[in-house]
């Protein structure tokens, strides 16, 4: 497992949520994390999580010369044979139509199939060489409705991750970003790389 010995990285996102957090996570590590601001985003065209992430490690790493840390998240519905996956941000096109829009239309995909799902998160670890590193993170659950909470984003109104009864748009964000698939994804690549 190779590690990271250089002091800045470059997180591959244009989400500055994104950079907050995870330069929250890496300030006891002296790591400075920079955004991709002026890097080009190459299409994702894997077929997975750890693929997606991979590739824009990869593209970053290459283009800036520097360590690149890039993730790809999603919501498997387990009925649904792990739907709508890698397509989470487009299932109904949620950033036309709202998030909203495509809960209501995966609850009514899913009427009265069982309703367990996990949020899975890939994290990858690129070097200029082509050397990569990969996590993968997930947090089991049920899906509720109606959506409950207003905290967070995306699918987090109806994901009730498994021992609490709260949805992750209820729950604090303390809490969510402790059990959530980013965080375990990032500890694993914390402990594998860092320590
Ligand atoms: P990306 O990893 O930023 O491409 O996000 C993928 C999509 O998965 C998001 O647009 C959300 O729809 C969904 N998603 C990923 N993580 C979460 C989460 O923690 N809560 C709710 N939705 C999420």
Redesign the pocket.
Known sequence: MRKITEKEVILATH?AGKVVEMQSLLSSFNIKVMDATGLSEPEENGTTFIENAKIKALSAAKESGKVCIA?????CVHALDNRPGIY??RYNE?KKNG?MYAMSCLNDELGDKERSAH?S?AIVVAWPDGHTEEFEGQVQGTLCWPPKGDH?????PM?VPNGYTGS?AELPAEVKNTI???ANALQLMISNCLK
Do not use: E, K
Not at 152 to 156: E, I, K, R
């Open positions: 989400n993730d790809d998240s999603g919501l989470s941000a949620p998030f949020f998160c967070g984003f995306g699918y987090d994901f992750f959530s698939h980013r």
